[in-house]
């Protein structure tokens, strides 16, 4: 009897220690074991964003909708096409543009990006092509985009057919995750400036679709300055805004299409001179475009 017991208890026990030996060596192996990082799409589904914003310009007055809509292609590469329309002190502007990229969102951001927008105040247009970057690290971002701008104009008083170098440039912080300040640098139409902005999305438990107020300003050379702001709506998964930034749709950078040509829009002014003559100049610069008389 004392055998049997003492071999009931072995058993319970040795049953006891190779349990907990499979449950320990289980946890340890699970614990050891390399997980394969989980990489997100480039983006992470069909979605798009309108804003409706307005401000001034050199103290003219401008109001824009601009739209864009972008999704995946495959894996890692996306797609991201833009539009806007708009005016500004009653001329009409329009434009279209778009960005082929690569992404990780854990890491950054590869493209190139293209854009056309015609402006009726400078009767012609702005074209631009380049390559932009991004670069993601914890509540930073980096960003920068280079390349060609064409402008092209039937104002025979503005400089036409020109090309030129340009190159935008971006730090974002995030303050929290739906809270973005900027600082930047633009060099548009062979000027400096420096760039401002903020953006900060409204509480999703009232808004489920995403609701952003944001604010942008402009201040350069020749005293090249221009501040806006407005309301940007964000369709798609509902996330913060640093998600929606980096696994959505990159920057819209249309707007920046209506800054940096002429500090001044050129118009023929008329002098009256003695005995029923007259000069006219260019308004912006003071030259003579020409005399006569009304005679």
Not at 217 to 246: P, T
Not at 250 to 275: H, K, M, V
Request: glycine residues 12%.
């Amino acid at each position: 009897m004392f055998n049997r017991r003492r071999l009931l208890a072995s058993t319970s026990l040795f049953s006891s220690v190779i349990f907990a030996s499979s449950v320990l060596a289980a946890d340890l192996y699970i614990e050891g074991t390399p997980v394969e990082p989980t990489v997100l799409p480039a983006v992470s589904g069909l979605n798009g964003k309108i804003a409706i914003q307005g401000g001034s310009f050199d103290e003219e007055g401008f109001g824009l909708v601009t739209g864009s809509l972008s999704l995946p292609l495959g894996h890692p590469f996306g797609v991201q096409i833009d539009g806007m329309a708009g005016a500004r002190e009653g001329d009409f502007i329009g434009g279209a543009g778009g960005h082929l990229f690569w992404r990780n969102p854990a890491y950054g951001l590869l493209g190139v990006y293209g854009a056309y927008t015609h402006r009726e105040d400078i009767d012609g247009s702005v074209s631009r092509i380049g390559v932009e970057g991004e670069y993601y690290w914890q509540n930073w971002t980096a960003k920068a985009l280079v390349g060609v701008e064409f402008v092209d104009t039937d104002n025979a008083l503005l400089r036409t057919d020109s090309e030129n170098f340009f190159a935008l440039s971006d730090i974002s912080y995030y303050a929290n995750e739906n809270f973005q300040l900027s600082v930047g640098h633009r060099y548009i139409h062979e000027r400096n400036a420096l760039a401002l902005g903020v953006e900060y999305q409204l509480d999703q438990q009232v808004f489920s679709s995403g609701v952003s107020l944001f604010a942008e300003a402009r201040i350069g050379e020749d005293d090249y300055q221009a501040a806006w702001g407005g309301v940007r709506f964000y369709f798609g998964e509902d996330k913060s805004l640093m998600r929606r930034h980096r696994e959505d749709d990159p920057d819209f950078l249309g707007d920046e299409d209506l800054f940096g040509l002429e500090e001044c829009i050129p118009t023929i002014d008329r002098i009256n001179g003695p005995s029923e003559s007259y000069t006219d100049v260019n308004s912006c610069t003071g030259a003579i475009v020409g005399t006569g008389s009304y005679d």
